[in-house]
């Protein structure tokens, strides 16, 4: 049942795109303060929960195994290690199909119109199809590892993963405009272009889901169980990476969408509410 709960919430984080797609049909002038504001709430919650949980958690997993000393430095590069991670995985993805690149401002009219804005030139119906086609493969890969961060800390832990879950599911929404847009904009056809972003969104589950198997079966013990020190190593990993997500994507487009302290409150917001709920539950 367990498995079954982390798998649920690993795919409803990845479904949120298709949110995203919805905002981008049915909106005609879309409010996008409520993306910036809950953007930087996710960044807020995915902050706060990385610095005071998991990397805690993993911390208690590895020094339990190897000492205060050689478990706290083992805790500390698999942190680093997790950051090299997703930055290798931005590096290899071309800025302009990158979605932790911050919109530029022909992008954020394009949305905030929610009209064809009959683009000339380069801006052509080919182009906007190759942009909107790149973004779902760029989203699809970064979200293989957003995908274990959700499964591994809702086995862990159910109520860090619920946490975990909603604040990528708040952060896919801009992800799910980001692919649907360009695709509708260039073949207007609704469906295509919403069955692409849902696309992108499941790579989530597949991605727990294969990087689960491989653990099982490789790196678990003669019972199935996962060794403390794999799951230490994975939970510091999961944490650089969500801080990483949090600081080159989620703040900067939170920045990008809204104005005057938008971003700022719905940072302090999620560090907030993840507070909170981590005290209601202790």
Known sequence: MDILFAFALTLFAGLATGIGSAIAFFAKKNNYRFLS???????????????????????????????????????????FLGILLIGLI???????ENPHEIPGKEDRLMMREGENPDLPGDHSNARLLRMGLFTALAIGIHNFPEGL???????????????????????????????????????????????????SGMAEPVGAG??????????????????????????????GIMVYISLDELLPASRA???????????????????????LLM
Do not use: C
């Open 37 to 79: 504001i809950s953007t930087g709430f996710s960044a807020g919650v995915m902050l706060y929960v990385s610095f005071v949980e998991i990397l805690f958690k993993g911390r208690g997993e590895l020094t339990a195994v190897y000492g205060d000393i050689l478990g706290s430095w083992v805790n500390v590069l698999s942190f």
């Open 90 to 96: 931005d590096a290899f993805i071309p800025s302009a």
């Open 149 to 199: 961060a959700t499964f591994l800390s809702a086995l862990h832990d159910p109520s860090i993963g619920i946490a975990i879950a909603i604040a990528i599911a708040l952060h896919n929404i801009p992800e799910g405009i980001s692919v649907s847009v360009p695709i509708y904009y260039a073949t207007g056809n609704r469906r295509k272009a919403f069955l692409l972003s849902l696309s």
């Open 210 to 239: 294969i990087a689960y198997f491989f653990i099982k079966v490789f790196m678990a013990g003669p019972e199935g169980v996962i060794p403390g020190q794999l799951m230490g190593i994975l939970f510091a990993a999961v944490a």
């Open 257 to 279: 969408y809204g104005k005057g302290h938008d971003s700022l409150i719905g940072l302090i917001g999620g560090m907030f509410v993840m507070a909170l709920s981590l005290l």
